[in-house]
């Protein structure tokens, strides 16, 4: 089963209007004609509509960082999926580990996210992993078990099949240590196990599972490589469009 690539920039809570613009302008000049795999940069709401606009007539694709699941009202601070929509939102990241880990994030909000964004028409990256502790003391497939399975529950089988999961292992989010090739793979095996058995083997083939965690351009050819990893959710190199390019069309 050949999956397209998929490789996202989260571009976390960096850049100000003015440096989204400049950075976007970069990335669009490495990758943005790349048509053999699927490019999204994510920067903050701020500067969605920014990046919007510079991004518009090449191939790099436009996500959001988070959205809420109400479409409207008083919830001060949040922001809608028709609001990301309208600025030209194609990709919405729910479940990142930051989001789970800070601002307390379960897997009831991530499903409900996950079901206002294929609501909406927007198609979620959502994000599972598991911390160092929780891989030492054994419990990792549980964890992931359970995210999977939380961020699916009740969302069908051709939903599903628009979500792309980002396999994330806290352990390598911005701390320079990746998941070994093999490591990452027998995770995302695992996870395309999970969504078997959700959903049946023909979307578990659809479905692309990216990796992430100090993803980099030395790296990600090797991880690339692998049988199951079918891109990448890339932080700190994301805000290098030199570094970014070399994750794209890894050497
Ligand atoms: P780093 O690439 O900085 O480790 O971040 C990964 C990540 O969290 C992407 O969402």
């Not at 436009?62 to 999926?81: I, M, N, R």
């Not at 891989?135 to 009740?154: E, L, N, T």
């Not at 599903?160 to 396999?167: G, R």
Request: proline fraction near 3%; charge should be negative.
């Amino acid at each position: 089963m050949s999956r397209k690539n998929f490789i996202a920039g989260n571009w976390k809570m960096n850049t100000t209007a003015d440096q989204a613009r400049a950075l976007a302008q970069e990335v669009v000049a490495v990758v943005g004609q790349v048509d053999d795999v699927d490019v999204a940069v994510c920067p903050p709401y701020t500067n969605l509509a920014t990046v919007a606009e510079v991004i518009k007539g090449s191939n790099v694709k436009l996500g959001a960082q988070d959205v809420h699941w109400e479409p409207k009202g008083a919830f001060t601070g949040k922001v809608s999926c028709d609001m990301l929509k309208n600025v030209g939102v194609t990709y919405v990241i729910v479940g990142h580990s930051e989001q789970r880990s800070y601002f307390g994030e379960t897997d009831e909000t991530v499903n409900k996210k996950t079901k206002a964004v294929l609501a909406a028409d927007l198609l979620p990256i959502v994000c599972v992993g598991e911390t160092l502790e929780e891989r030492k003391s054994g419990s990792m497939d549980k964890v992931i078990d359970r995210q999977v399975r939380g961020a699916f529950d009740g969302i069908s089988a051709q939903d599903a099949e628009k979500c792309t999961i980002a396999y994330e292992p806290v352990w390598a989010i911005g701390t320079g240590e990746t998941a070994s090739p093999e490591q990452a793979n027998q995770a995302h095996v695992f996870i395309r196990k999970i969504v078997s058995e959700l959903f049946g083997e023909q979307i578990s083939n659809i479905i692309r599972i990216q990796y992430g965690g100090s993803m980099k351009p030395d790296n990600a050819k090797a991880l690339l490589a692998q049988s199951d990893v079918d891109g990448g959710l890339i932080g700190g190199a994301a805000l290098k469009a030199g570094d970014f390019a070399g994750i794209v069309q890894p050497k």
